[in-house]
């Protein structure tokens, strides 16, 4: 019988000791065996400094098999908290302060505003020295004099198991704070064999990462799905529209997953490389994190020639909820398929599941699923509806099973897949001195999906411009936060309690 995989350890245990596990578009591979010598070396030397099972290591890195080696060994052996690097340093302070990080973890000779924050804050950092001589994802890491060694107090401390939180990620949230979400080994690799089950994925494939590593939907689909059945993962530094095709035609993958706008530059440019479109080896092309037009899913099938599987994720599944299926079973366009790990209903307000083609919430539950949001029993307390978890979005379920989103109940905007909390940027241009009144609101956006915009009433007696308002906002936000719209309006139309509501906003405004 097949040993369940119930934590990272499991996880990378199941490739053959020689197969390549990770691989970069230049340099030297690296097997399954060296990479659980990596994995093993970091979680022995973040023992060594005191890091114990539960306490939170931020990652500050660029996208690559360094970052992907990275992740796998302080989740195996802490909570690995992986963060954006185009963060800025007040984004930084909210997010190591928040997760009252133990370590922080950047490249050596990085730039980052992230380690002078730590500085400020107390927060110990080490360095990682990539070692690609030794293979891709190599690595040696560098820690501070001052740091004191020390015995971990628990004899254990190095041995993961299932319940060991191994992930936190911030989710947005339209009316708090961020909330975090703790993943655990369990959820982790309950979602990793989720996918990996839904694409047939197996040791042959190779995939091409070129999702962000600090993203549930990287780390998961990109990452983990793929090892979990001793397949390879050509990392790239990330996704460049300019290079995907070399990539394609030099790493030669089977399949790849990313979020629609990655999908529509590619389109843009296959015209132009039509010899690597010929020759590729790809036998599907997966898409998750927002809607995926079906019109750019029929291009897509048309110039490849493969499948596009559709899926469906948030961050605290552990990403992927439903997916669309590989052939011979039907894909739906513009459905998100069906049930691919986790149970799934649609409900009404008192959690009755609704007839076919009744819209209401979707609601899950499974091992992917996380246990509670941390440190928010108010926010727990309604995020669950009898043991199922509420996803805040509104949708339909067809008589087979597939399912169509039909709106979201939370306020959240979805910036082509990344998520951004209005609030947060909000306080942000709050803090200028000529703003009285801010509300963040999602604008519709062609290829995006949504963008950000703002309305914004001035202090009276007080002048200030669109473009200074953006420019204070880039100095404060990562770029993708930055309303990319900025209405100076003389009141912002409020709801019939009196409330501002973003939602509906851009259509009040006259921008819908």
Same mark, same amino acid.
């Given at each position: 019988?097949? =040993? ?6 499991? %996880? ?9 596990? !990770? ?6 591979? !690296? ?6 010598? +990596? ?15 539960? $306490? ?9 098999? *360094?970052?992907?080696?990275?992740? %796998? ?13 185009? @963060?800025?340093? $007040?984004? @930084?302070?909210?997010?190591?302060? $928040?997760?009252?990080?133990? %370590? ?63 992930? #936190? ?12 979400? /703790? &993943?655990? +080994? ?56 300019? =290079? ?15 979020? /629609? ?14 010899? #690597? ?21 029929? $291009?897509?099938? &048309? ?16 990403? &992927? ?10 894909? =739906? ?25 009744? &819209? ?33 979005? +509104? ?15 939370? *306020? ?35 290829? !995006?999906?949504?963008? #950000?915009?703002?309305?914004?009433? %001035? ?23 930055? /309303? ?16 501002? +509501? ?11």
């Amino acid at each position: 019988m097949t =040993k369940a995989i119930e934590t990272l350890g499991d %996880l990378l245990a199941v490739g053959a000791a020689d197969a390549p596990a !990770l691989s970069a578009p230049d340099g030297v591979p !690296l097997s399954y065996a060296a990479l659980r010598a +990596q994995v093993d070396a970091t979680r022995a030397a973040l023992v060594a400094h005191g890091i114990e099972r539960g $306490d939170r290591v931020a990652i500050v890195h660029e996208n690559g098999p *360094e970052m992907a080696a990275l992740f %796998l060994g302080v989740a195996s052996a802490a909570a690995a908290a992986p963060l954006n690097p185009a @963060y800025r340093a $007040d984004e @930084y302070e909210f997010y190591l302060t $928040d997760l009252k990080a133990k %370590l922080l973890l950047v490249p050596r000779g990085s730039t980052s505003p992230s380690s002078g924050v730590a500085a400020k804050l107390g927060v110990p950092v080490a360095h990682v020295v990539a070692r690609p001589e030794r293979g891709a994802g190599s690595f040696d890491l560098e820690f501070a004099d001052r740091r004191t060694t020390h015995e971990p107090r628990r004899t254990d401390a190095s041995v993961s198991s299932p319940d060991d939180v191994a992930l #936190v990620l911030h989710t947005s949230g339209t009316t708090s704070r961020p909330k975090v979400v /703790p &993943q655990r +080994q369990r959820n982790l690799c309950a979602s990793a064999v989720n996918v990996r089950e839904t694409l047939a994925l197996a040791p042959s494939d190779r995939g091409m990462c070129i999702m962000p590593l600090f993203h549930i939907h990287g780390l998961v689909a990109a990452l983990l799905a793929p090892l979990s059945v001793g397949g390879e993962i050509c990392c790239t530094p990330g996704f460049n529209a300019l =290079k995907h095709f070399e990539w394609l035609g030099k790493v030669k993958p089977t399949w790849y997953t990313g979020v /629609p706008t990655m999908h529509q530059a590619i389109l843009a440019r296959t015209g132009r490389n039509a010899g #690597v479109v010929a020759g590729h080896r790809l036998r599907f092309i997966r898409s998750s994190s927002s809607a995926l037009p079906p019109t750019v899913i029929a $291009d897509l099938e &048309q110039v490849f020639g493969v499948p596009v599987v559709e899926a469906y994720g948030m961050t605290e599944a552990a990403h &992927q909820m439903a997916s669309n299926p590989l052939p011979p079973a039907s894909r =739906k366009p513009g459905t998100v398929g069906r049930a691919a790990g986790p149970e799934i209903r649609v409900v009404d307000g008192k959690g009755i599941t609704t007839p076919v083609g009744i &819209q209401g919430e979707i609601v899950i539950r499974g091992r992917n699923v996380m246990t509670a949001y941390e440190a928010d029993p108010a926010i727990n307390q309604s995020a669950f509806i009898d043991g199922w978890f509420r996803t805040g979005d +509104q949708g339909v379920m067809d008589a087979e099973g597939y399912i169509s989103i039909t709106g979201r109940l939370k *306020e959240i905007i979805n910036r082509g897949g990344e998520k951004i909390s209005p609030r947060e940027v909000d306080e942000i241009i709050l803090q200028h001195p000529a703003v009285h009144q801010c509300v963040t609101f999602a604008l519709p956006h062609e290829m !995006l999906g949504e963008d #950000v915009a703002a309305a914004i009433v %001035l202090r009276e007696g007080m002048a200030c411009e669109g473009a200074e308002l953006r420019k204070f906002a880039a100095e404060r936000l990562a770029d993708f936060k930055v /309303p990319r719209k900025i209405l100076i309006v003389a009141s912002i139309p409020v709801g019939p309690t009196g409330k501002l +509501q973003r939602i509906g906003l851009a259509k009040a405004l006259g921008l819908g």
